[in-house]
């Protein structure tokens, strides 16, 4: 069995900052690929930031030089670092990560619960 859960959502103003955390568990031998999507209410859901088991990153050109993904394997852990941050920018944000696990044949994509970030004043 595998999980992800993200955490570090919340309320904030125009120009702050939050930090996003997608955290992974369970039978895992190897994360790939791990992506931040985001679901605005009445919007489809959009690819935000991904990073590879390389570290190798892309941004939507919406969130460029503002956001940044980074991973830390040993924790198995992927962030978001979301800084002048705006009010479009309220959303659930989900992880989705290409996860190979025990008893599984081949990798396969696992999401997250989500984490609600809401920018108001």
């Known amino acids: 069995q595998v999980q992800l859960v993200e955490s570090g959502g919340g309320l904030v103003q125009p120009g702050g900052s939050l930090r996003l955390s997608c955290a992974a568990s369970?039978?895992?031998?190897?994360?790939?690929?791990v992506d931040w999507y985001r679901q605005a209410p009445g919007k489809e859901r959009e690819l935000v930031a991904g990073i590879t088991s390389g570290g190798d990153t892309k941004y939507a050109d919406s969130v460029k030089g503002r956001f940044t993904i980074s991973r830390d394997n040993a924790k198995n852990t992927v962030y978001l670092q979301m800084n002048s941050l705006k009010p479009e920018d309220t959303a659930a944000y989900y992880c989705?990560?290409?996860?190979?696990?025990?008893?599984?044949?081949?990798?396969?994509?696992?999401w997250g619960q989500g984490t609600q970030v809401t920018v108001s004043s």
């Open positions: 369970g039978s895992i031998l190897s994360i790939n690929a």
């Open positions: 989705k990560a290409h996860i190979l696990s025990l008893g599984i044949s081949g990798p396969r994509n696992y």
